[in-house]
Structures are given as structure tokens and as C-alpha cells.
């Protein structure tokens, strides 16, 4: 981008406001509508405002989404010994043990657990949850065989089931990863309309022109599309896409939609 643009680009990791990252958001709402400076919008951009009253911004009223830059699936995986080889095996063991199995993954809040409560009411099954600080953790005890299952990114998971430590029964995804194509997904393994993600792009605040909008997004699909860096998000289970700004703001808007009614139907809070 800085090649492209003729510009210097500065990573400002703003720390504060927990995992919501209030203090990042706020700085850009609030910043000059002049497209010198970007967020970084991760999932907790879309489902945050769900799990916290009061929350300082709205995402569809602060922001003006850039693009879109890439998607991830997340790996539902079990330890190496299990018996279960397949999703369809793995309802059928959760609903033949109920509150027997574990699953771990983020703190509760975090993008792990929320996709985690969907398989719970997706597959409509009944697990316990254990939080960690952080998803590494869980994958060490699911290694161990302390833990049962997990949903977490393939950057996590990939070498483990690398290795042979754990063995990877689905994507989130409804549509096969192009990264790991002989994986089936949760939704043709009998979880209908599942299709959870990571996902990475950039939003200016409100009010940037549209010109500066357009001429960012173009920027960042060619090079999030380049060799080099597709390449780079190839080893960690992502695809690039460099959407448009319009497309951007679809993709956004369904996601709120999605946590919104997660969270009030399963009556998820977090401290």
C-alpha cells in the first residue's frame, strides 16, 4: 500500500476498552473523514455491540467500510484418539452423553466462544464451555486429552493436525475452503446454514469521501490478490478477496444481525 500510494503507512496498536477494543474504535470514529487513517476490522467490530451495553459507537453509523480483504474458516477439531471421524458421529456422541463433552477456546466474548454457542444451538446439541486466555492454551489440553473439541482458526489448529495430535472434522464455512478443499463443511455434514469466519479488512470513519473510499478499496484488492501476499494468508487458512466497499458493508451488516440474535437467544452476557 505504502508502493501504491505514495504514502507511509503507521501501525497504531491502540491498547484499552478489553477485548471490544473501544479505545482503537473510538480514535477512528473520531478522526478527520480524510482516509489517513484506517481501523483494522476484525469479528469483534460486529459482534461487540451485542455483548456490551452502552456501547461508545455504532458500526454502521461510525464507519464507511473499505474492503473486505480476507476470510477464514475455523476448524472444528477433536483429539487425535477420539472415535469420532465425522460431524454426523460427533452429534450423535454429544447427544448420546449430554453435558458430557468439553469444548475450549477464548475467554467468554471472544469470537471463539460466540461460534462455539451457534454449534451448540446449530447442531442442537448440549456441551460445556471452558475459557482461556488465550486459544493456544486450549489447544495444548485438547492435545492432552483434557478437553474434547474446539472451534478455532486454522492458524491455531494447523499444526496440531499437522502433527497428529488432533484431527480436523469440519470447516465453518458453508462453501470449501480453497486452502483445505478435501475438508467438508459443518453445513453438508448436517449443520444447515452454519457459516461462521475470521475475517480481516479496513474501515475510514464516517463521512470519507467517496472517492477516497473507492481509490483505497481498489488499492487493497490488488494487493491482497498479489502472489506474494496471498500466498502469506494461503498458510494460515485464509483466501484473499479485496471486496468492494458496497460488498463490505453487506457482509457487515449481516454479521451484526447474526451476534444481535445469538446473544439475545441464548442470553449470553459477559462481565
Do not use: C
Not at 477433536?78 to 472415535?83: K, M
Not at 485438547?142 to 478455532?152: S, V, Y
Amino acid at each position: 500500500m505504502s508502493q501504491a500510494l505514495g504514502q507511509q503507512f503507521v501501525v497504531d496498536n491502540r491498547a484499552g476498552g478489553g477485548a471490544a477494543g473501544i479505545v482503537a474504535l473510538t480514535t477512528v470514529a473520531r478522526a478527520a473523514p480524510d482516509g489517513y487513517t484506517l481501523l483494522a476490522v476484525v469479528p469483534s467490530f460486529t459482534f461487540s455491540p451485542a455483548l456490551h451495553p452502552n456501547y461508545p459507537v455504532d458500526p454502521a453509523r461510525d464507519f464507511a467500510p473499505v474492503s473486505l480483504l480476507t476470510r477464514a474458516p475455523y476448524l472444528l477439531v477433536v483429539n487425535a484418539a477420539s472415535p469420532v471421524k465425522s460431524v454426523k458421529e460427533f452429534i450423535a456422541h454429544a447427544r448420546a452423553q449430554p453435558d458430557g463433552l468439553l469444548f475450549g477456546a477464548g475467554n467468554l466474548g471472544s469470537g471463539t466462544h460466540l461460534v462455539t454457542v451457534w454449534l451448540f444451538s446449530a447442531a442442537n446439541i448440549k456441551a460445556g464451555y471452558v475459557p482461556y486466555r488465550s486459544v493456544g492454551l486450549a489447544m495444548l489440553d485438547l492435545a492432552a486429552g483434557r478437553i474434547h473439541a474446539t472451534l478455532a482458526n486454522a492458524l491455531s489448529t494447523g499444526p496440531y493436525v499437522k502433527s497428529g495430535k488432533l484431527r480436523a472434522l469440519a470447516i465453518s464455512t458453508t462453501r470449501r475452503s480453497k486452502v483445505l478443499p478435501d475438508l467438508p463443511t459443518l453445513a453438508e455434514q448436517g449443520v444447515p446454514g452454519y457459516d461462521a469466519s475470521t475475517f480481516h479488512g479496513y474501515a475510514v470513519p464516517a463521512g470519507t469521501p467517496a472517492a477516497i473510499v473507492n481509490q483505497l478499496s481498489a488499492e487493497f484488492a490488488k494487493v491482497v490478490k498479489s502472489p506474494d501476499v496471498a500466498d502469506r494468508l494461503s498458510a494460515d487458512g485464509g483466501e484473499p478477496i479485496g471486496s468492494t466497499p458496497q460488498e463490505f458493508r453487506k457482509f457487515l451488516a449481516a454479521e451484526v444481525l447474526v451476534w444481535r440474535n445469538l446473544v439475545r437467544e441464548q442470553g449470553i452476557k459477559v462481565e
